[in-house]
């Protein structure tokens, strides 16, 4: 449901995307406080998120967002089908939304960076 929701943000906003403010009761912010789904770890006890991503809503690919790192790969079983400009339109969303729900749960903080990069 993680995916669904940022692409949900995505679509209502992304005109607009340098006005986004994140809601602080955001469901986000909940995967990411580890309170989404149930039993979840916090992010900032992670380095790494996996997030599955549906491409044009007939294909899913991996998302393997590095958190310290600020680096999202993309692994795909059908590389042969989706080209590299398909991906990066795919994984937008999660680009774009990913620092503000790390500097919603202060994650730069924990780990001594304090510079947030939208």
């Known amino acids: 449901m993680f995916w669904q929701n940022a692409q949900a943000r995505w679509i209502k906003h992304g005109k ?28 900032p006890d992670v380095d790494i998120v996996y997030v599955p991503i549906n491409v044009q809503a007939s294909h899913r690919v991996l998302g393997v967002v ?8 993309v692994y795909d079983s059908l ?9 990066q339109v795919a994984i937008k ?15 730069y903080g924990f780990h001594g960076d304090t510079k947030v990069n939208y």
């Open 16 to 43: 607009k995307w340098n006005q986004f403010k994140l809601p602080e009761n955001d469901i986000l912010i909940d995967y990411a406080n580890g309170l989404q789904p149930f039993y979840s770890v916090k992010w």
């Open 66 to 73: 590095h958190l310290h790192r600020r680096i999202i790969y």
């Open 79 to 87: 590389m042969g089908i989706n080209n590299n400009a398909r991906l």
């Open 93 to 107: 969303p999660l680009a774009k939304l990913l620092p503000h729900i790390l500097n919603a749960i202060a994650y």
